[in-house]
């Protein structure tokens, strides 16, 4: 943290992270196919998504310990669901090599970041 106290979800840098890769993902299973639209599509947007869901929950029951460990925990496996899901999109064919890295490598510092979260939890109440 840069000593301001946050206000916001929306300023963790976890946060913003997961909505970039949230992005990242959205954008690039447009153009995966039409056959996947109801299954590794929405699997991987799905969860995704579910990173950033999790940590604004968590920021909402920060004043909660076991709450905000639930939801920063939460976030955690929804990352890793994601990591599983772009490693098959790799195998399949969907993304290139060079697109599942820089995936994974985004999913590895939120990763990260969480993790420290998860240490420090006092920190954010």
């Known amino acids: 943290m840069n000593g301001k106290p946050i206000k916001s979800f929306r300023e963790l840098s976890v946060y913003q992270k997961a909505c970039e890769l ?3 993902i959205f954008r690039e299973t447009k153009s995966w196919p039409k056959e996947e639209r109801y299954s590794l599509i929405d699997q991987v947007r799905r969860s995704s998504r579910s990173i950033g869901a999790n ?3 968590a920021w909402a029951k920060r004043r909660y310990p076991a709450h905000f460990l639930s939801k920063l925990s939460d976030a955690d496996g929804e990352l890793q669901e994601t990591m599983h899901w772009l490693e098959r999109a790799s195998e399949y064919g969907y993304l290139s090599s060079e697109q599942c ?3 994974i490598e985004i999913c ?3 990763g990260a970041m969480l993790g420290k979260m998860l240490q420090m939890p ?3 109440s």
């Open 22 to 24: 949230d992005l990242l």
């Open 55 to 57: 940590l604004a929950e």
């Open 101 to 103: 890295i820089e995936m």
């Open 108 to 110: 590895k510092l939120i």
């Open 122 to 124: 006092d920190s954010f």
